[in-house]
Antibody
Framework: QVQLHQWGAGLLRPSETLSLTCTVYGGSFSTYYWSWIRQPPGKGLEWVGEINHSGSTNYNSSLKSRATISVDTSKNQFSLNLTSVTAADTAVYYC??????????????WGQGTMVTVSS | DIQMTQSPSSLSASVGDRVTITCRASQSISSNLNWYQQKPGKAPKLLIYAASSSQSGVPPRFSGSGSGTDFILTIFSLQPEDFATYYCQQSYSTSTFGQGTKVEIK
């Protein structure tokens, strides 16, 4: 059974860098894309970006190059760094697996979520 | 970027009701549309992928339809555990979620 476990700092000051890591337990790491998705309090879901085992990435253009996703295949981990955070980056951050169903993809396994608060 | 618009943003329904949620894409996304259920304090759960295929373990009362730009999630005979927020998501070009539909108890 595949599980995602994520962790990282929960309280940041404006202009600091958000850092989160997600470890994949069980299953294949190299078959899938792995994503970060966030949800501001009381609001909807926003896709942040994704990475595969070879380090190929895609990002939400709205983040204006502040986001960097990296991978460590030796540890079955992927990480998110988000620079120059502001209060608008306050959210629950989820890591998720993008499974492949024939020619379609969907997020079928999610981490437990990490609440990140940006406050001075 | 592809925009996803859900309607309604919220609805009230009773146990046993049939509930319909719509999702519209700003351009054609073929069948690259997924539906999720989220309960408070929990991660979203995949219900439907590829517009109409049920994820393993999802009750048959959940049904998805549509293609191109217009999609529907139907819950036949709403159950107490179905009161939650539902999101659509396009996977045609990176990913975008709809704003969500909260299903509340009437």
């Amino acid at each position: 059974q595949v599980q995602l476990h994520q962790w990282g700092a929960g309280l940041l000051r404006p202009s600091e860098t958000l850092s989160l890591t997600c470890t994949v337990y069980g299953g294949s790491f190299s078959t899938y894309y792995w994503s970060w998705i966030r949800q501001p309090p009381g609001k909807g879901l926003e896709w942040v970006g994704e990475i595969n085992h070879s380090g190929s990435t895609n990002y939400n253009s709205s983040l204006k190059s502040r986001a960097t996703i990296s991978v460590d295949t030796s540890k079955n981990q992927f990480s998110l760094n988000l620079t120059s955070v502001t209060a608008a980056d306050t959210a629950v951050y989820y890591c998720a697996r993008e499974n492949i169903f024939a020619e379609w993809t969907a997020f079928d396994i999610w981490g437990q979520g990490t609440m990140v608060t940006v406050s001075s | 970027d592809i925009q996803m618009t859900q309607s309604p943003s919220s609805l009230s329904a009773s146990v046993g009701d049939r509930v319909t949620i719509t999702c519209r894409a700003s351009q054609s996304i073929s069948s690259n549309l997924n539906w999720y259920q989220q309960k408070p304090g929990k991660a979203p759960k995949l219900l439907i992928y590829a517009a109409s295929s049920s994820q393993s373990g999802v009750p048959p009362r959940f049904s998805g339809s549509g293609s191109g730009t217009d999609f529907i999630l139907t819950i036949f005979s709403l159950q107490p555990e179905d009161f939650a927020t539902y999101y659509c998501q396009q996977s045609y070009s990176t990913s975008t979620f709809g704003q969500g539909t909260k299903v509340e108890i009437k």
